[in-house]
């Protein structure tokens, strides 16, 4: 397990510590609108909608500070290898959790949506990929936070059953459409809804590439 602070830490240590402790707390947020869409897709909560599409705007501004953070460490500090690495993988990984964040506020937003109107199917399968997502995040916090490849590689290896269960909504929806064309209006935008929830999962894996990257020297 790779360890970046100690005690009687310089500035440069201080600052890495810094960056990796905001960082973790913006997967935090991405994690709090996953679970805001899940309300708001499942539970069929509008006000959750809005608190999620809120949060995003937090994210974003969130991503914007900790990248000129980075950029202005790289130029003053001048770091060595790993300190080096360490950075330009948390700028690599923002961008990928910004849109995690995203994709959540689009799961909600289609959520509040879909409310309006009776439910074409069980969203049963979504909020086990909620949940997954959920999971996935919470070890990719720990991997980051403690430095912990094992923890990112657990979290990478989630995103196969959320490629799983895409591939079955899939399937379903467009079975739907085809024994009835009244479905395809509502099956569409759950289609969407799925592919959203798939992406996301894309983007929260790529996050650990780059966690793994840094604390290995090796690309996934």
Known sequence: MARMVH????????????VN???VRMLSMVRESVQLAKHALVDAEPTAAERCIAGDREIDAVQRELES???????R???AAGDL?????????LADIERAGDY???????????AAAPRLKKYLDMARILVVLDEMLETTMRGLAEGDVEAARHAL?????IDELYEQIQRELLTYMMADPHTINAATKLLAV??????CGDHIENVNEHVIFWLTGQRV
């Open 7 to 18: 005690h009687g830490m310089n500035v440069l240590e201080q600052e890495l510590q810094d």
């Open 21 to 23: 402790a905001t960082t």
């Open 69 to 75: 953070r980075c950029l202005t460490i790289i130029a």
């Open 85 to 93: 690495r360490f950075l330009g993988a948390v700028v690599q990984a």
């Open 77 to 79: 500090r001048q770091p």
């Open 194 to 199: 799925a592919r959203y929830l798939e992406r």
């Open 157 to 161: 290896a989630m995103d196969e059953e």
């Open 104 to 114: 959540a506020a689009h799961v909600a937003r289609a959520g509040a949506e879909l």
